[in-house]
């Protein structure tokens, strides 16, 4: 099957332009996929690539990440519904057809609170490992005591530790390439990655997405995906990893009418390490709903 190659494409918003890359396939149903935290639309280069024969395909760099250029202030940033309605600013900009709303990690929460701000709504949502935590998790981050904890979570202290000044990509690539996780990615995942998330700063390049930013929205769960997911009123299919699952409150999200799969011997990462059975997955999903 010959590699389509996407057109890039910008969406404008009060606040700035959202970069998007873009498989344009006129009449065909449309799949909007959203990256997670501290990726970008180039990182589903080799699962998208499997769905652009016979789907349109837009991907979004998220607000704080890739080329997009809208505002992101970690200082102010306290859930994820900015993301949403960032995707419903773009949804806006199209023309109309039947579509699906995908996303993985953060994107797939994304997802969630979208659908329920659209008007018309997606055939479903099909969405690989979203971050859907223990109720509790969601209550405490709107008491004060959230403040005193937010910083001693490990995925925080891991962004705000991160390095961000590299001479080139090539130097980015020999720290990265033999080290967990990216050592478990699939061929050519690591170089698509660069390619969408590093910009050029004096002297070298540097992460686009802000390790602060990346940290706040580590920190940042006033939303609630399970709500959403109630109130989506579509079809809804998640894709659970088989380790280290950010999906752990999978009754609250089958009470709400989500259909879930495992998908064993992959991680919360399954769609850089295995792109080829998450797109199968979603094709699945999409035919079905």
């Not at 979208?114 to 998790?137: H, M, N, Q, T, Y």
């Not at 752990?248 to 999200?253: K, S, V």
């Not at 989500?258 to 998450?278: D, F, K, Q, R, Y």
Request: proline residues 9%; hydrophobic residues 45%; aromatic residues 8%.
């Amino acid at each position: 099957m010959p590699v389509l190659t996407p057109e890039t494409r910008r969406f404008t918003s009060p606040e700035g332009e959202i970069n998007a890359l873009v498989w344009p396939k006129p009449g065909a149903t449309r799949i909007v996929f959203l990256h997670g935290n501290g990726f970008n639309a180039r990182s589903g280069m080799k699962l998208l690539e499997r769905l652009a024969d016979r789907y349109e395909i837009i991907a979004p760099d998220l607000r704080g990440h890739g080329s997009t250029t809208l505002p992101a202030d970690p200082a102010g940033h306290r859930d994820w519904h900015v993301y949403a309605r960032d995707v419903e600013t773009l949804l806006g900009q199209l023309d109309p057809r039947a579509f699906v709303l995908a996303g993985h990690s953060m994107g797939g929460v994304t997802a969630l609170l979208a659908c329920e701000r659209l008007d018309p709504k997606p055939l479903g949502l099909a969405v690989i490992d979203p971050v859907v935590l223990p109720r509790s998790f969601y209550a405490i981050n709107h008491t004060p005591f959230w403040h005193l904890m937010w910083r001693r979570f490990p995925l925080v202290q891991g962004a705000l530790r991160r390095g961000n000044f590299w001479p080139d990509a090539d130097a980015v690539k020999a720290r990265y390439a033999d080290r967990p996780p990216f050592i478990h990615w699939a061929d050519g995942v690591l170089d698509d990655y660069l390619a969408g998330g590093l910009k050029t700063v004096d002297g070298g390049v540097a992460l686009a997405c802000d390790p602060a930013w990346e940290a706040a929205n580590y920190a940042s769960h006033r939303h609630d995906p399970v709500g959403a997911a109630r109130r989506a009123g579509v079809p809804i299919a998640v894709l659970k990893a088989g380790k280290a699952s950010t999906v752990r409150d999978i009754a609250g999200l089958e009470r709400a009418g989500a259909v879930i799969t495992p998908l064993p011997g992959h991680s919360h990462l399954a769609p850089m390490e295995n792109p080829a059975a998450c797109a199968e997955w979603i094709v699945r999903q999409v035919e079905g709903f």
